[in-house]
């Protein structure tokens, strides 16, 4: 088990990887989505089956947590995406994965979830 793995498991420490990880790539820890998506990968992350049952697992889970909607929920995960994918950090570590289009909601959190698990983002990245 990698150490990122071990930092998962822990509920602060994992957090803090996925937050590591977001920040280093372009994304905007003042924006709604990213609460929205540090949950939401360390969800994936620890049942990956979750993927399948986003509309109806997901984003309600995460709504009810964060007392709000589950469209809100999607709309600012999908425009933290949106404006993460801009920025160089973003195009070194999610690049490689990606085609020139953006991905789906789910695509990222799956992508994301899979760097972690597999150690495939360097040290620096994951790092703070």
């Known amino acids: 088990m990698s150490l990122i793995s071990r930092c998962i498991e822990d509920a602060p ?3 803090k990887a996925i937050s590591c990880l977001l ?3 372009g994304f905007l820890p003042h924006q ?3 609460r929205y998506l540090v949950e939401a990968i360390k969800m994936v992350y620890k049942n990956p089956d979750i993927l399948g ?3 109806k697992k997901l984003y309600p889970d995460l709504a009810r947590k964060f007392q709000t ?3 809100r929920v999607e709309r600012n995960i999908r425009h933290a995406i949106e404006t993460a994918a801009g920025s160089p950090g973003y ?9 020139d289009v953006r991905p789906t909601n789910a695509h990222f959190l799956a992508l994301a979830a899979e760097i972690l698990r597999h150690g495939l983002a360097s040290e620096e990245v994951t790092q703070c």
């Open 53 to 55: 049952r986003v509309t």
């Open 23 to 25: 920040l280093r790539t």
């Open 32 to 34: 709604s989505g990213f």
């Open 13 to 15: 420490a994992g957090d």
């Open 69 to 71: 909607n589950p469209s």
């Open 91 to 99: 195009q070194k570590v999610f690049g490689p994965f990606l085609s």
